[in-house]
Structures are given as C-alpha cells and as structure tokens.
C-alpha cells in the first residue's frame, strides 16, 4: 500500500493545482502556491529527492489535477504471455506505457506493444483497471495512476526490440522472470493466467 505521507502530498498538490486554475485574487493564488510547496516538502522528505527537482515536474502541472493513464497489453500465445525486458532497470513487464493525448485507449496499447515488442495486435478485451498507489508497485510514483490491462490478440509481427526494450519474449505460468515493479506486480500477472483460463470473467478493478 502507499505510504500515508505520500497520500497526504498528492492530495495537497492536487488540490493546489486545481485552486491555481480557478483562482484571481493574488490572496487566493499566494495561499495555493504555499499549499503546493508545503506538497513538495512532505515529497521530497520522505522520498529523500531534491525538491528543485520536484518544484521543476510540477510546475508543468496545470490544469484540474486528473489521475494519469499507463496502458498495459496482455498478449498469449499458447497459453504464455508477452514480456518485453525494460533496458531502464533490465526486468521484465508487459508492453505499455502512457497514453497519449489523442489516443484512444486501444490504439494506445497496441501502438505501445508494436513499439516494444514488434508484435502487431487487436484489442478483444478490457480486464482491468486499478489504482497504482493499491497495487504493490515499487518504487512509489508522486503522480496518481490508473492502470488499464487489455486481451489482446496476436494479428503479425516478429519480435522486435526498441530504445525502450532489449529482449521480447513469451513466458508460460511457471517461467514468470524478474519483474519491473515499477510497471507490473506479480498478482497482476498471476491475475491475467487466470483471465485467460476464465474468459467470462467480467473486468477487475481497483
């Protein structure tokens, strides 16, 4: 689960944000910058990250604050899944990534498995959508993230490394390697072999 200061921070910093967008009097927009630095102190404290760091990421949040979205590609072929090896920390995900403004939740993941994997693909099926900061993931992220995990069916391709990936490679249940925890969780996987042995399970959440 996430960390509680962590929580504290991202609900400080939204509400910052969204008061920053509707805010004209200079009062009202002094006391929103201070709720946002004071987000930014609690972050990088308990992170142990250099808050000039911090100031710079978020100072490109405009906007209402929105949770942001990563779309991931569950891919089988007899009965073993798609992995792609992230050349970032050398572990093992599902392709993904973030959407794109523009994008629409399909085309989003199979553009993302394509540029990963090499691997073209449709989309069949929704299987879940979870809240990142109640999944388990490591390290924890300051940004609010849902996960969508799409079935998605093998239309071509070959395997394909990219800038992102430097090995793409199908696992069966009992071979799941290292994961990247960042991206993926081990009862996420373990959840899409059930998925695949279930195909009338309605979508997960949450």
């Not at 009062?27 to 710079?56: C, F, N, S, V, W």
Request: proline share 4%.
């Amino acid at each position: 689960m996430e960390s509680q200061w962590l929580k504290w921070a991202k609900k400080l910093q939204a509400i910052s944000q969204n008061g920053l967008m509707f805010a004209e009097n200079p009062y009202d927009i002094e006391r929103y910058q201070a709720i946002r630095e004071i987000a930014l102190e609690i972050m990088a404290e308990g992170a142990k990250a250099d808050i000039t760091k911090l100031r710079d990421i978020f100072s490109q949040e405009i906007g209402y604050a929105t949770p942001k979205v990563d779309v991931r590609g569950v891919v089988f072929r007899d009965d073993a899944l798609l992995f792609v090896k992230e050349r970032m920390d050398g572990c093992w995900a599902l392709p993904g990534g973030w959407a794109d403004v523009v994008d629409t939740p399909s085309n989003a993941v199979t553009r993302e498995i394509y540029e990963e994997s090499g691997y073209q693909t449709r989309v069949v099926k929704l299987l879940a959508v979870y809240d990142r900061s109640k999944q388990g993931h490591r390290p924890e992220y300051p940004y609010h993230v849902y996960k969508l995990f799409f079935l998605c069916e093998l239309q071509g391709g070959s395997a394909t490394t990219s800038i992102e990936t430097e090995e793409v490679a199908f696992f069966r249940e009992n071979e799941i390697p290292e994961l990247s925890k960042r991206r993926v969780t081990l009862a996420q996987i373990k959840r899409m072999f059930e998925y695949s042995r279930h195909p009338e399970w309605q979508t997960d959440y949450d």
